[in-house]
Structure formats: C-alpha cells, structure tokens
C-alpha cells in the first residue's frame, strides 16, 4: 500500500536562492587550523593574534618555544638584522637509518623549517647595541647538535671576531643528533674552542638559556658564556628529570632543572621574561664592551 502520509513540503523564499553561496563563503577551508592556541598549563584556548602580540608568552606565564626567524625579530631592534649564511656540510656520512633515513628526515625537516638546519645567524642592534645572534631552533629535529649546528656556531662566532662584536648565543636543544654519532660528539669540542677564540678576542659571549637546554648543548656552549640568563621555566640540565630519577632512585626536589631553581643554586645569573630580554641584553653588552650606560 502507498504511503498516503503528508510530505515536508520543500522550503523555498529568497533564502533558500543565497544558502549554497553562504556556505562557500563560511566553509571549513576558509577558516585557519591554527586559529586557536591551547595554553598547554592550564588548557585555556588562546586567539592566536594575541598569543603572537604576547610574544608567545601565555597569560598563565609560559614562555612557549618559538622558531628562529620569530626569535630574530624579537630579539633585534624593529626586527632588522642582517642574515649570515650557515655553512654547508657533508650529508649522512654514515649512511645512517633508524627506520628511515636520515636524508629523509632531513629533507622533510628543512620543508618544514625553510632553512638547511637548526641554527640561524643574525648581526644587527639590540636595544642600540650591536651583536651577532645566533639562535638555536627547537623545532628543527629537537634542536639537536650535529655537524650543521657546530659549523654554524663557528660561523657565527668568526662573524663576531671580524666585526669585533660580542656573541649571543640562543639555546634550545634535546642534545646530540644520534644519526651522526661521533661527528656529532665532537662539535662539543669545536664550539669550546671557538669560544676559545672569542675569549682571546677579548669580545663578551652571552648566553640566553631557553626550554629546553639539555644533553651535549649544556654541557659545551650553553655553560660557557660570560653572563647566562633563561626565560621563567626553562628545562636545562644535561640528563632529563626522569632518567635521573631512574638512576638515583630518588625523588628530586620540586622545580629541579628549571631556571629558577638554577638562578637559586647560580648556574643562572638571571631569569628574564622575553619581553624583556632586548633591553636586558642591550644593558649587559654596552657595560661589557666599555660602554657607559648603566648596568
């Protein structure tokens, strides 16, 4: 038997002659995926405009980790610095695969970064006082210390001695790259001796410890400045908090490892809040290279 029930009867008027445009105009394509950003403390979704105008830092106090290219800009006087070109060096020369090869994760790395590796050189004025910058990118394979990384200190530091202007060193790292082995290791001793260089040049090497600074970084370059100074609660140390509670079997004092606790036990001279760090810099490097404004 037909069904005899009454049917929706179908809507008509002058919306229904606009609703396929609206829908083109509203559709999820248009709308960015990283409009919102979620404060990884207290879960607080954050409008991404206001985050950058923050300067990456959340209203709960978190210094989120921010790429290169952003920590230039921040760092130099209107953003303008002149870039210096990082060294090429050889690729895989181990040929090494840990499941996939480190040429692969290389390219997909620099896709996704723009640039050859995790460092990133700049000469330009800090709060009217010039410096090279170097800056270490967390997000180009953990940040991690491999032969590009160690070419590039090395760069930067040569920079600084023929110029004859001091070094500031950003850092940010989970340690060694493993897929270059002993090369890697050795790029400790490479950077201690360019630092070496600068030290000979009489010219101030600062270091600005940013989350996280860990492993072969922290034990080389980081801890080798004339002045340290950390954003508020930075991890740095060499071995993580866990593994060393593992080893030691004990539980470690609240705060271990992070800026401040640093600053308390002076392998930090100073926690800084990002906004602050250009004037603070500008300050420390105009009284180390003889200049007269006020420390």
């Avoid at 032969?147 to 930067?156: H, K, T, V």
Wanted: glycine share 10%.
């Amino acid at each position: 038997m037909a069904d005899k029930s009454p049917q929706e009867p179908k809507r008509g008027g002058w919306l229904s002659r606009f609703a396929p445009g609206v829908r083109k105009i509203v559709s999820r394509r248009d709308t960015p995926d990283n409009l919102w950003v979620k404060d990884p403390d207290t879960g607080e979704m954050i409008y991404r405009s206001d985050l950058e105008a923050a300067l990456w830092v959340t209203p709960s106090g978190r210094h989120m980790r921010i790429d290169a290219p952003t920590r230039l800009r921040y760092t130099f006087d209107d953003g303008a610095y002149e870039p210096v070109e990082t060294p090429d060096v050889p690729e895989d020369p181990l040929k090494f695969s840990d499941g996939k090869p480190y040429r692969d994760r290389l390219a997909q790395a620099r896709k996704a970064a723009g640039r050859k590796d995790t460092m990133a050189i700049g000469v330009g004025e800090i709060a009217g006082e010039s410096a090279v910058v170097i800056v270490q990118d967390f997000s180009f394979m953990g940040g991690s210390l491999g032969m590009a990384a160690g070419e590039a200190f090395i760069r930067a530091a040569e920079t600084a001695i023929a110029r004859g202007l001091p070094l500031v060193c950003f850092t940010a790292a989970g340690g060694a790259r493993m897929q270059e082995g002993a090369l890697s290791l050795m790029q400790m001793a490479r950077t201690t001796l360019a630092i070496d260089e600068l030290k000979r040049a009489r010219l101030p090497y600062v270091v600005v410890l940013t989350d996280p600074t860990t492993g072969g970084v922290t034990a080389s370059y980081a801890m080798l400045g004339d002045v340290h100074l950390a954003e508020p609660g930075a991890l740095i140390g060499f071995a993580g908090p866990r593994v060393i509670e593992t080893t030691i079997r004990e539980k470690l004092p609240p705060g271990f490892q992070r800026a401040e606790y640093l600053q308390e036990k002076g392998m930090v001279d100073r926690v800084v809040a990002r906004p602050e760090l250009p004037e603070t810099l500008g300050r420390i490097l105009s009284v180390l290279t003889g200049g007269k404004r006020a420390a």
